[in-house]
């Protein structure tokens, strides 16, 4: 499976970005989706993630309310809304999918997008 995310940007505080992963080369139905971020100096953390067959999301405490994560099973893509963005929200952003079911932890997954940078200025 080959993973594309596009979308990131700058955007002032308060503002709204969407990010895409569009992925390739496997059956995309066999595996769920997540997005992680990575700021500067700080490890990959977990954002958001969704069971591609029925479409339960699990969301980080620091962004729940904030993001909303999708999918277009027709189009093998997978998208994260962000509104009310903060400066803490920027970080590289990382889709990643897993034939093992979502978790937090980004050892759980098998394939990993090459990352969109977010920057969100105050």
């Known amino acids: 499976v080959q993973l594309q995310a596009s979308g990131g940007g700058l955007v002032q505080a308060g503002g709204s970005l969407r990010l895409s992963c569009a992925a390739s080369g496997g059956t995309f139905s066999n595996h769920d989706m997540a997005w992680f971020r990575q700021a500067p100096g700080k490890e990959r953390e977990f954002v958001a993630a969704?069971?591609?067959?029925?479409?339960?999301?699990r969301y980080s405490e620091s962004v729940k309310g904030r993001f909303t994560i999708s999918r277009d099973n027709a189009k093998n893509t997978v998208y994260l809304q962000m509104n009310s963005l903060k400066s803490e929200d920027t970080a590289v952003y990382y889709c990643?999918?897993?034939?093992?079911?979502?978790?937090?932890?980004?050892?759980?997954?098998?394939?990993w997008g090459q990352g969109t940078l977010v920057t969100v200025s105050s």
């Open positions: 969704i069971v591609w067959i029925n479409g339960y999301t």
């Open positions: 990643a999918a897993t034939d093992w079911g979502i978790d937090v932890s980004a050892r759980k997954y098998d394939y």
